[in-house]
Antibody
């Protein structure tokens, strides 16, 4: 079993930067790809980005340029660096991981990022 | 960029059958969109029910099934239970350079 734990959320002011993390434990050798999905309060799910095992990354078009995803394979940690955050970036940020071509098998419980002055 | 559409809300009676659909603004949904279906209950993380149109995970209850129906992806719940009351999201994959995936807006399913 794979366990994912997100951290780093909190209250941040508009225009600031924030990094959230996701640490995987358990059968981490089976993890191929990891992804971020966010959910604004009372709203639906929004895919943010993905990092595959070879290091290649993909982003949602609307977030490209402000968000940077990275992964430390040695510590099984996924990061999301957010720059110039806006009020509408307020959301629970979920981490997801999978071991083969079938996406979003394992999910963390999420970390809340609140952007407000 | 594409838009993925779902019914905002549906109601099903206990023991009844309901079909949720997932459409794409770019045209008919096909197997090459690799449709996924997720269930999310209040205060919980999403859980993947269906992947690649009609494949189930080991934890997916047998009463859920995925298919393509009338140019859309479909999730059918047969024999609804009160515990199935939740939000359901579909996700479609769009090939290209770069490829991307999109969630639908979600369907709030009430079992009543």
């Amino acid at each position: 079993e794979v366990r994912l734990v997100e951290s780093g959320g909190g209250l941040v002011q508009p225009g600031a930067s924030l990094r959230v993390s996701c640490t995987a434990s358990g059968f981490t050798a089976r993890i191929n790809s990891m992804s971020w999905v966010r959910q604004a309060p009372g709203k639906g799910l929004e895919w943010v980005s993905v990092v595959h095992s070879r290091g290649d990354t993909l982003y949602a078009d609307s977030l490209k340029g402000r968000f940077t995803v990275s992964r430390d394979f040695s510590t099984n940690t996924l990061y999301l660096q957010m720059h110039s955050v806006r009020v509408d970036d307020t959301a629970v940020y979920y981490c997801s991981a999978w071991s083969d071509s079938h996406w979003f098998v394992h999910w963390g419980q999420g970390t809340l990022v609140s952007v407000s002055s | 960029q594409a838009v993925v559409t779902q019914e905002p809300s549906l109601t099903v009676s206990p023991g009844g059958t309901v079909t949720l659909t997932c459409g794409s603004s770019t045209g008919p949904v096909t197997t090459t969109h690799y449709p996924y279906w997720f269930q999310q209950k209040p205060g919980q993380a999403p859980r993947t029910l269906i992947y690649d149109t009609n494949n189930k995970h080991s934890w997916t209850p047998a009463r859920f099934s995925g298919s393509l129906l009338g140019g859309k992806a479909a999730l059918t719940l047969s024999g609804a239970q009160p515990d199935d009351e939740a939000d359901y999201y579909c996700l479609l994959s769009y090939s290209g350079d770069p490829m991307y995936v999109l969630f639908g807006g979600g369907t709030k399913l009430t079992v009543l």
